[in-house]
């Protein structure tokens, strides 16, 4: 028996009902709509990196924070610019709800807690130099962890960014919120 356990709905189902040509084809159709998605945000990106690149020249730093899948490729990103464009790890921070047992294993409600992310800020002492990126694919599992109460009070630049819906399944339900000053 097939569970769903999917949080929107899907153009896909009963993947075990096709071949595997047609779920590569699926799959395929899928990843094409991200470029497509990532050239509409472009002004919202260009803003964004026109912003925070004199605040990091003064020091400042970006944070990534998510919560599962979506936390998870925050760190993986934060990970890989100490490589790929030689800056040190201290400039850009992943932040993933559960700590770094969640970037192997599932941490059920770590983001319901209201406190705790602004808290992992406030342990890396965060200022007004620094931008808080929330990276949320339903848009829903942020908002509690992301909590913005303390980034409001420091006048710190915050990115909501909900990954855009990719799929017509997704019903609207996720979409850009690319303003860096809420």
């Known amino acids: 028996m097939f569970v769903k356990i999917s949080e929107q709905p899907s153009l896909y189902n009963d993947l075990?009902?096709?071949s595997v040509r047609e779920i590569l084809e699926d799959i395929n159709t899928e990843d094409q709509k991200v470029a497509l998605a990532v050239q509409r945000a472009i002004p919202q990106i260009e803003k964004l990196v026109t912003q925070i690149v004199p605040r990091?020249?003064?020091g400042?730093?970006?944070f990534y924070?998510?919560?599962?899948t979506s936390g998870r490729l925050g760190v993986l990103d934060a990970s890989e610019i100490p490589p790929t464009f030689g800056m040190p790890p201290t400039l850009v921070i992943g932040l993933i709800a559960g700590g770094d047992t969640a970037l192997r294993n599932p941490v059920e409600n770590a983001e319901d807690d209201i406190h705790r992310g602004w808290e992992e800020l406030t342990e890396r002492n965060?200022?007004?130099?620094?931008?808080?990126?929330?990276?949320a694919a339903s848009g829903t599992t942020l908002r509690d962890w992301c909590h913005a109460r303390g980034t409001r009070t420091r006048h710190t630049d915050r990115l909501y960014h909900q990954q855009p819906?990719?799929?017509?399944?997704?019903r609207g339900r996720c979409s850009h919120r690319n303003d860096c000053r809420t």
Do not use: C, F, P
């Not at 819906?165 to 997704?170: F, H």
């Open 60 to 62: 400042g730093r970006i």
């Open 165 to 170: 819906g990719l799929s017509n399944g997704s």
């Open 65 to 68: 924070m998510g919560a599962g």
């Open 126 to 135: 965060i200022t007004d130099k620094d931008t808080v990126i929330g990276i």
């Open 16 to 18: 075990e009902k096709k």
């Open 56 to 58: 990091m020249k003064q």
